[in-house]
């Protein structure tokens, strides 16, 4: 039981989470998706989106405007899923969710 509850609290904490649902909302914008909830935490941006090498630094670029982040270069490499994208914009800082 406590593995159910425990499961359905992360889940709550992911769904309220107001910068995993901006990148999210970014992510499906450039992959042209009618629904958003495609772009789950671990679908690979390239084998499950089918998004290119284009499509990320267009991702890249929307993170940065709205976010007020500048990401390095190097960091390009791991940006593979909606979790990296999270993790990422956690790590460069403290950049405000755009309130919708």
């Given at each position: 039981?406590?593995?159910?509850r425990?499961?359905?609290?992360?889940?709550a904490?992911?769904?309220?989470?107001?910068?995993?649902?901006?990148?999210?909302?970014?992510?499906?914008?450039?992959?042209?998706?009618?629904?958003?909830?495609?772009?789950?935490?671990?679908?690979?941006?390239?084998?499950?989106?089918?998004?290119?090498?284009?499509?990320?630094?267009?991702?890249?670029?929307?993170?940065?405007?709205?976010?007020?982040?500048?990401?390095?270069?190097?960091?390009?490499?791991?940006?593979?899923?909606?979790?990296?994208?999270?993790?990422?914009?956690?790590?460069?800082?403290?950049?405000?969710v755009?309130?919708?």
């Open positions: 039981m406590k593995k159910v425990r499961a359905l609290a992360m889940k904490d992911k769904e309220s989470d107001p910068l995993r649902e901006q990148l999210r909302a970014i992510i499906a914008e450039v992959a042209e998706l009618e629904d958003a909830e495609q772009v789950r935490d671990d679908a690979d941006l390239f084998a499950d989106l089918g998004l290119d090498s284009m499509q990320t630094l267009e991702i890249v670029l929307e993170i940065e405007q709205q976010l007020g982040l500048s990401v390095p270069a190097d960091r390009l490499r791991g940006l593979r899923s909606l979790g990296d994208a999270v993790a990422l914009a956690r790590d460069l800082g403290p950049g405000e755009e309130k919708s």
